[in-house]
C-alpha cells in the first residue's frame, strides 16, 4: 500500500504505516501546501490520503486518485473535500472530531476576551514604548463578565464555549439547525432565530461548518442588525462572511470589534483591507494549535487510514453512505 502525507509530520507517527510495510510519500513542507500540479499526480499513486483543511479535495482531484481506498483530514472541518464524489467512489472520508472541542472553545474564548479588553494592542503599546503611562480612559474596552452571549452553531465547539461563558455568568443565547434541550436545561441556553440573537447578544460567536445554507451567513443585512457596541467571533470558516460587509461594518463602527481565526482565503492575502482595522483583532487560523490536541489529531488521522486500508470502519467517518451501499 501506499500512503499520501501532504504536509511534514514527525516519521514516529508514521510507525503504524512502515509496521504494516507499506510506503508513504510525504510533501516536505509543513507549513505550505503541495502545488495542485502535485497533489493530482502523486495522488494517482496513493491507496491512502492524510490531508488536512488547506488541501483542496476537489472532484477533479479526488477523481484522480484511481487507486484511493481512505481519506483522513486532520481537522474536525471538512468542507475542503468533495464528499459526494467520495460517496461515489466509494472512499470513506476520515475526520477527527472530539479531540479539538476543548482547545477550540480556550482558543475562541481568548479571542473574545483579547478583543473586548485589547489584548494584544495593549502588549504592542508596552513593547514598542508607546506606552505614554496610566489613563482614565486608557485602552478601555468592553466588558465580557456577565454580557449576553450569541452561539451560532451549537455542536461541540459551540456547547464548549458556552460552558465557558456560564462561568463568566454570561446570558446565552443560541441558534442551530437542531434545538438543544438539554443544553437549555443544564446552561439556561435559550433558543432564538438568528435575527433576535443578533440584536440582543453583546458578543456574536459564530461556530457553524461552512455548508451550502452557512455560505455568507453574516452579511451586510447581519451586522447591521447588531449592537453598536458588539463584538463579532469567527472561528468557523471565512466562507460564513461576507468579508467586504464585515469590513464595512467595522470602518463605520457598526459593530464594536471583531476577532477572527479564519478567513476567505488563507493565508490572508497580502493587500486585503483588513489589514487597515484598528478594531479587528486577527489570528492565523489556530482554533486547535495545541500540542497535545494536535498530536491526537494526528494519530487519529494515521487509525483512519489503517482501518480504511483493511477494509475496517473508521474511528470517525465524515461520509457514513459509504457504507450503507
Ligand atoms: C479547523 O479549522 C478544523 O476544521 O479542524
Same mark, same amino acid.
Given at each position: ?35 495542485? /500540479? ?12 492524510? /490531508? ?57 474564548? $481568548? ?11 495593549? $502588549? ?93 451567513? @453574516? ?6 442588525? @447588531? ?16 468579508? @467586504?460587509?464585515?469590513?464595512? $461594518? ?31 483583532? @486577527? ?12 498530536? $491526537? ?29
Amino acid at each position: 500500500m501506499q500512503i499520501l502525507v501532504t504536509r511534514k509530520v514527525d516519521e514516529e507517527y508514521l510507525q503504524p504505516f512502515y509496521q504494516r510495510g507499506w510506503q508513504v510519500e510525504m510533501w516536505h513542507e509543513a507549513d505550505h501546501p503541495m502545488p495542485r /500540479t502535485q497533489l493530482l499526480e502523486s495522488i494517482r499513486h496513493a491507496d491512502g490520503l492524510f /490531508t488536512n483543511l488547506a488541501d483542496p479535495l476537489d472532484q477533479e482531484i479526488i477523481a484522480a486518485g484511481k487507486k484511493l481506498k481512505v481519506i483522513s483530514t486532520m481537522a474536525v472541518g471538512f468542507d475542503n473535500i468533495h464528499i459526494p464524489t467520495a460517496i461515489q467512489m466509494g472512499i470513506p472520508v476520515g475526520y477527527t472530531p472530539g479531540v479539538l472541542t476543548e482547545a477550540t472553545a480556550d482558543l475562541t474564548f $481568548a479571542l473574545l476576551m483579547a478583543t473586548a479588553r485589547r489584548i494584544v494592542e495593549g $502588549a504592542e503599546v508596552v513593547r514598542e514604548k508607546r506606552w505614554p503611562g496610566w489613563g482614565p480612559f486608557y485602552l478601555t474596552g468592553q466588558p465580557v463578565y456577565g454580557r449576553t452571549i450569541g452561539i451560532i452553531g451549537m455542536g461541540r465547539i459551540g456547547e464548549a464555549v458556552a460552558r465557558r461563558a456560564r462561568g463568566f455568568q454570561m446570558p446565552i443565547l443560541y441558534h442551530n439547525r437542531k434545538r438543544r434541550v438539554e443544553l437549555e436545561h443544564e446552561l439556561g441556553a435559550m433558543y432564538v432565530g438568528l435575527e433576535e440573537l443578533l440584536s440582543r447578544s453583546d458578543y456574536v460567536v459564530l461556530l457553524a461548518p461552512a455548508t451550502k445554507e452557512t455560505y455568507h451567513l @453574516m452579511g451586510r443585512d447581519q451586522f447591521k442588525l @447588531m449592537k453598536k457596541s458588539a463584538i463579532f467571533i469567527n472561528v468557523s470558516r471565512g466562507q460564513n462572511v461576507d468579508e @467586504m460587509a464585515l469590513y464595512e $461594518a467595522l470602518a463605520q463602527h457598526e459593530i464594536w470589534a471583531a476577532g477572527l481565526d479564519v478567513y476567505q482565503e488563507e493565508p490572508l492575502p497580502a493587500d486585503h483591507p483588513f489589514r487597515q482595522l484598528p478594531n479587528l483583532l @486577527m489570528l492565523p487560523h489556530i482554533g486547535s494549535a495545541e500540542i497535545d490536541t494536535r498530536e $491526537a489529531m494526528v494519530k487519529i488521522t494515521v487509525e483512519n487510514i489503517c482501518r480504511g486500508l483493511v477494509g475496517e470502519p473508521l474511528l470517525y467517518t465524515a461520509n457514513p453512505q459509504v457504507y450503507e451501499r
